[in-house]
């Protein structure tokens, strides 16, 4: 088998049935009151079509292509949605444990997993690259959380490439999209002009390569192979912003800068950001018990560095002022993200702008800050 | 040997009732709840009353009379742990609209006999009365957040009630941002969270039921509600809702005159 494949529209069905068969449960997009969110797919007829999206700070509708032209037909034309796979690998909440009271103290259960293993279908490249980043914090450190690394190792990735940038993607100057290199089992590319329409299939790894035997394709020709790489390039060049290219060095040497002030002006602290973000990963442990104290159980929920309790110490909060919070949060991402982890902790994705009530562009702080660091030193204050 | 069950009161002071009735709408956990404590005094629920003091006290309602802003003392003096639930007990309430105005115009302006009306010219929070342990907030309170309190309580632990955003309840179980998504006004950003995030579900944004959030930047969202269309006047009826005299709401109202 080549490592480029073509299958018609219609075989997206036989996909999907083919995941079943393996026993995968198939997660992707789906509609869901106005937006696209991940959920799982009983049929190809499941995903949404002829959708496109409009997206910018605090920003997002979804409409319907115009019935005359051939994006009508499409089926992956919209970029990313609210939700991530991390709601899958890293769930928003989860019960760790329980624990009884016996006579002589208490008997801990601990939780099972029962997740399923899923197919994830419809990952985009910026999404692959955010699982990449999840996998050095959750089990490439000394610690490993064995709930994600079980449900990740589990999981077959059917990756499809960006052919249409959304209004807040910046994946090219991330270096992490629109082009998925590495990190799938299948990788799709929409093939979509007036008279054709097909999905070009490339095999990423040998569990692929099974899946593609039950699946009806044919080799891909140079021509079709050709015409996806433009359509990939062309999402590459609609991308209207870009995150400065030495934005770790720019916020390191930076800590005290007037823009922090200005952004906390605006921004609500409300935590969107943090929990759209693919790659957030900050939890809180709570622990409760049944009214008799017979019973306890320890919860995981996602958190965010955005709330006060987050940095909560003895005698208060470190982090009072959402100057510092926001200061904090961008550096980690940009930043210190580097030295803790050996890359950058964004990806391009966009999410963080779009959802933001009040669209604070993560590009634009950091050129802000870019653009004034010498121009305005700072007073001896 | 058995010990004592703690004694549980549960009183009214200017209100609906709706948060008392959250005690009684536990219903798979009600037997439970009688089983850990002792139902003292709750007259929803029962005549029969149990003299004080009490270990646990459940004040509902804001203090809007002479005669409640001397009983809560009572209240206050014959109980080791009180907590404040609902919006009326932590904010004032609705009532609280009528801080507002003279108190006289008001009385005219509603009742046929105002001689016979004894009202104070505000309606505000138990807390600015006596010392408050633990205020639960929500118009009407979340049951599950009442009973967590309860069981915290009971077992001396710190409760697990949020006071971050109602954001976070939103994007915790995966309903999408009806602000960005729709355009629709809501308070969510600004609002503590633990309604189970019930208007975002609905279509709707959120009307601030459960009070401002720990650092509420009201200024933000008002721009930005601009933005999406709202005018001086609905902004400010936006803020005076269940929760107008909570300070962050009250100020907020008070730019948009």
Known sequence: MPDTLLISTEALQGLLDALIAKGYQPVGPRLERGAIVYETLSAASDLPRGYLDEQGGGHYRLSKADPSSPETAGIFRYAVGPQSWKGFLFPSRQSLWRARRTETGFAFEPETDDAPAYAFLGARPCELAAMRIQDRVFQEGPYVDRGYAERRARAFVVAVNCTRAGGTCFCASMGTGPRAEDGFDLCLTELLDADDHAFLVEIGSASGRALM????????????????????????????????????????????????DQVAQRCLSCANCTLVCPTCFCSRVEDTTSLDGVEAARHRQWDSCFTLDFSYIHGGPVRRETAARYRHWITHKLSTWHAQFGTSGCTGCGRCITWCPVGIDITEEVAAIQATERAEPLGDE | MASRRPKLAVWKFSSCDGCQLSLLACEDELLAIADAVEIAYFLEASRAEVAGPY????????????????????????????????????????????????????????????????SLATSTPVLDHVRVDFELHGCPINKYQLLEVLSATLNGRRPNVPTYSQCIECKLSGTVCVMVSQGKACLGPVTQAGCGNLCPTCDRGCFGCF??????????????????GMDQRELQHYYRLFTNNAPAFREASETHD
């Open chain 1, 213 to 260: 035997e039950l699946v009806r394709h044919r080799t891909a020709t140079p021509e079709e192979i050709e015409r996806g790489r433009r359509a990939i390039t062309d999402a590459a060049e609609q991308m209207g912003r870009r995150m400065p290219p030495d934005a770790a060095a720019i916020l390191a040497s930076n800590p005290e800068h007037p823009r922090w």
């Open chain 2, 55 to 118: 270990d646990i006290s459940l004040v509902e309602g804001s203090i809007t009379t002479p005669q409640e802003a001397e009983r809560i003392r009572r209240v206050r003096a014959q109980s080791r742990m009180l907590i404040t639930i609902g919006a009326c007990a932590t904010t004032g309430g609705i009532q609280a609209l009528k801080n507002l105005r003279p108190l006289d115009d008001l009385v005219r302006a509603v009742y046929a006999h105002p001689e016979y009306i004894d």
């Open chain 2, 211 to 228: 009070g401002p959030v720990e650092t509420a930047n009201t200024q933000a969202l008002s721009a930005r509600l601009k933005a999406l």
